[in-house]
Structure formats: C-alpha cells, structure tokens
C-alpha cells in the first residue's frame, strides 16, 4: 500500500513539475500536499522532491530567501536518499539561487553536476529535465559551447516530445542569434518556437508571453518597433492572464516595450508604462525596477528630456544599492546555512570557497554600482550644460544659487551680466539660425576672455552670467571691458557680412562675505544702467 501511494505522490509530484509555470498556485498546493503525504511515507527522496518543487516556483516568483530557505531543507531529505531524480531537482534548485545571487561559480557547479546525474540515469526526460535548469545558468554566464548545448537539448526535446521543453529551447536559439547580429535568423527561429507553443495541450500563457517578449526583441532588432510593440502588448496580456506572472519577463517585456514606444516617438506612453510596471512589482525585485528604470532613462534621454532621464537613473541606481544589500545578505544567509549543513564535509574549505564568491559578487555589484554613478555624473553634467553654446545654463545656475543662498561667498567676489544689444533684430534680419550661431561664436569669446575659474552661464536667450571669484571689482571690470572688446571687434564675416555684434555689461563686485542672489541682482541692475546709457559698455 505504502509503495503504491508513493507512486501517486511521485505522479503528481511529476505532473506539477511540467505544468508549474503555467499554473503556479495549483503546482504549489500540490507540492505542499506532497510534501505532507511524503512525510507520512517516511519517504526522503518524495520530501526532497515536494520541497525543490516549492523552491523551483518561489524562484520563479523572485523570493530567492524563500527558495534558499526550501533548497537547504531539501537537501537535507536528499542526504537520506539516493534518488536521482531527486538530486538532479535539488542541484537544478541550488543552481539557480546561486546564479540570482551572484555566485556563479556555484552556480555552475550544481548545473554541471545536475546534468552529470542525469546523464548516468540515461533517462531522457531527465537528462531534458536537468539541461532546462542548467541552460538558464549556462545561457546567462555564456559559457563555452553554449549554441552547441542548446541543439543538443532541442534534439532531446523532440526526442521525449517535449513541446513546452523545445519551445523555450527554440526560443533560446533565436535569443542566441539575435546576439550574435543575425536577426533575420532569430526571427525564422522564434517563429518556430511560436508553432510548437500553439501545439501545447492545456496551459501555454507563460511559454507564449516568452516567445512574444523575445519576439518585439527580434522586431526592434529588424528596425520594427510598430511590430515590437504589438508583440510585447501580446505578452503582457498574456502575463496578466497569469495570477503570479515571472517578475523577470515582466521586466523584459517592460524593457522592450519601452524602447519601442521611445523608438516611435511616444516618451510620454513609454513613461506611463514603466511607472504601472513599477506600482506592479511593488517593493519586490528592486534589480527588475532597475533594469526598467534603467532602460526608460536610456529612453528619455535619447528624446532629449534630461531631467526625466536623470530621476529615472537615479531611482534606478538606488535599487541598485536595494539588490546589492538584499542579495548580499542572502549570500551571508546562504553562507551561515551552508556551513551549518556541511560541518562534517571539509567545513573549512567550504567556508575559503563561499568568502572568495561573496567577495567576487560583492565587488561586481560595487562595480556595477560605481557605473550607474558614473552614468548619474554624466547626466548632471548634460543637464547643467546649455545644448546650443555648451555653456553652464540656468538649472545650473539656480542649483549654485541654492548652496549660497545661505552661505556667505569668500571675499573678494565678482559677478557680470552680460547682454546681446538689439539680438531680436540679428534674429529678424539675418533669421534664427545666424541668431544661435552668433550665441555659439559669444560663448567661445567669453570663453576665451575669462579665466579657468570663472564660471559662463547662458542665463537664457541672448543673456550671459560671468561668476568671477576672487576677483575684485578692479579686475571685474578690466575683465568684462575685455568679454566687451572681444565681441565688438570680433569679425562676423562667416555668419554675415553685414553683421556686427555688441554687448552690455553689468558687473558687482563685493570685499566683504555676502550671499550670492543680491549680488546677481545688482549685477542685473548696471546692465540696464548700462542698456541706458547707450549700450555697448560695462557699468560696474
């Protein structure tokens, strides 16, 4: 009696196991049930199984602490029994917490020894079965071979008739493609993964929201982004038919549809979408939110809209800094437990290999941290620079006015406004184009007449602000008569023959500490002491 109820809790345990991804909650009771049921057997092998069963779909969920949690308990099951079906489950399990938190040298060592254990049984399920949860190792890491491997599975695949197995191996195959530049190719492949997924029996959402994600990839590699978006509103339709959908293809999926969107013009669209993507994942997944917000501040700044871009890439890196505490204190927990469940198997040796991997993943993640935060410095400095003349602008501008409004600048100090005399008419007679080149042709003058400390700013339109520290009003003025004389004497010849150029200045000087905002403003006062009194001169 006993042999022939472990044989229906190894069915079900089997059938849950091919359906999973498909039909998570239903899978997740089953491998509860089973898990209670082998434990009424006395059966070690069945306990392990219902466990990684559990952990495989708190995987696929994104609770890596809970499938850490339930691969440690499993295989303490699988100590206590030679199974191997079982143990290709647990290596496959293990290999895959190990990979998501960095550790891929572990990784790979429980997907290679997960396939060794298959291939000795020669069954061909198995050996199916082992491959799938290694090639998502294999396939990240890019390990040698790798297009070779992927064939084999597929052959394997269709030997055992596995269609949900070689659609998500076909789709591989046109991912791997699509790498290497041969899109045309990609695109033949992921049309015959489409083919085999529609021939699936029962559930396909998941699989099909796969091969359309990878799909709108291929679109958007073939300069289709009308296709691209089509296909990834596929996928997310289908996803949302799921009531637990994989938070990884969600991003994926988020990531495509929002260079599609950013490729047809559309931020606004594609800002909308990455935001209700974000509201979905809630406090979940801080690596997807910040693949998402990655690939919207690529977006958004490629459309011009910097500002936008520079928030999404700062939100991003500060999920950034999330994962990389949340996944170092699962390496930590994944270290205490391993060292606890293999004291009595070469404990100190364990212990050099673990700290040696935390290290690596520790330093990859300050590595990866330290990039976005050069990619920040990079955006604040395209936001603080006027796009046509290169100068500092007013965001710039407002940004140093908020650190000193409080602060007293360091004696002697100088600031200048300068201002194009009658600009609106260079623009009615000679047209806006001659107008930005004349701003461009200013900006290198004044470039040129200050010195490396004095700070440029295009305050807006035709107006310039000169901050001159350490500079006392004496020199002020001798400096801003030369900004005058160099504009004035400039030859214009390039842009028009009949154009001539002059300038007003109105500088403030000050011996004493003072904020920086009452200086700027009587600065702006001599300008138009100076617009009166003529134009073309400097009141100081």
Not at 10 to 28: I, K, M, N, P, Q
Not at 74 to 94: K, Q, S, Y
Not at 125 to 134: G, I, K, M, N, V
Not at 345 to 373: M, P
């Amino acid at each position: 009696m006993l042999e022939a109820d472990a044989e229906v809790v190894a069915a079900a345990l089997e059938g849950a196991r091919v359906r999973f991804r498909e039909t998570l909650a239903d899978s997740h009771t089953t491998a509860l049930v089973s898990f209670d049921q082998a434990t009424a057997l006395g059966d070690h092998a069945l306990c392990a199984r219902a466990l990684t069963l559990q952990g495989d779909i708190a995987t696929h969920r994104g609770d890596l602490r809970e499938a850490a949690r339930l691969a440690f308990e499993a295989e303490r099951h699988v100590l206590e029994a030679d199974d191997p079906r079982a143990m290709v489950e647990i290596a496959g399990l293990r290999s895959h917490v190990f990979f998501f938190t960095g550790s891929y040298a572990q990784a790979l060592s429980y997907a290679d020894h997960a396939i060794s254990i298959a291939d000795r049984s020669g069954d061909a399920q198995l050996r199916t079965q082992a491959r799938r949860a290694a090639y998502l190792v294999f396939g990240n890491i890019k390990v040698r071979g790798w297009r070779e491997r992927l064939r084999e599975l597929l052959a394997l695949t269709q030997e055992t008739n596995s269609l949900w197995e070689e659609t998500v191996t076909r789709n591989d195959l046109a991912c791997e493609l699509l790498e290497d530049g041969d899109a045309a190719a990609a695109s033949a492949e992921i049309e015959r993964a489409l083919e085999v997924a529609l021939r699936i029996e029962g559930p396909n959402s998941f699989v099909l929201s796969i091969v359309y994600c990878t799909r709108a990839d291929i679109d958007l590699g073939l300069g289709d982004p009308n296709a691209a978006l089509a296909d990834t509103r596929r996928s997310r339709t289908l996803l949302e038919s799921i009531n637990d959908p994989n938070p990884y293809v969600i991003s994926a999926n988020v990531r495509a549809e929002v260079q599609a969107l950013a490729t047809l013009g559309n931020l606004d669209e594609a800002q909308r979408v990455g935001d209700e993507a974000l509201e979905r994942l809630g406090d979940h997944m801080p690596r997807s939110r910040s693949q998402i917000l990655a690939t919207l501040a690529t977006a958004l700044r490629e459309g011009g809209r910097l500002e936008e871009a520079y928030d999404a890439l700062f939100r991003s890196a500060e999920l950034e800094r999330v994962a990389f505490s949340e996944i170092s204190e699962l390496q930590l927990d994944l270290e205490k437990a391993t060292r606890r469940a293999r004291a009595a198997r070469r404990e100190s040796e364990e212990l050099a290999v673990k700290n040696r991997e935390l290290a690596d993943a520790q330093t990859e993640l300050e590595r990866r941290a330290s990039k976005l935060e050069e990619l920040q410095e990079q955006l604040i400095e395209q936001a603080d620079r006027d796009w046509l003349t290169g100068l500092r602008n007013r965001r710039y501008l407002a940004r140093a006015l908020g650190h000193t409004a409080s602060e007293d600048l360091t004696a002697p100090f100088s600031v200048a406004v300068l201002d194009l005399d009658h600009f609106k008419q260079i623009n009615d007679r000679f047209g806006h184009a001659a107008g930005d080149q004349v701003l461009v042709r200013v900006a290198s003058l004044l470039g040129e007449a200050t010195r490396d400390t004095d700070v440029v700013v295009r305050s807006g339109g035709e107006e310039f602000l000169i901050v001159m520290p350490q500079t006392d009003a004496l020199a002020a003025g001798v400096c801003c008569e030369r900004m005058r004389a160099a504009i004035c004497d400039a030859t214009w010849d390039e842009i028009d023959s009949e154009l001539a150029v002059t300038a007003s200045v109105g500088v403030a000087s000050t011996g004493a500490s003072t904020a920086m905002e009452p200086l700027v403003k009587l600065a702006d006062q001599r300008l138009y002491e100076a617009k009166h009194a003529g134009r073309n001169c400097v009141v100081a």
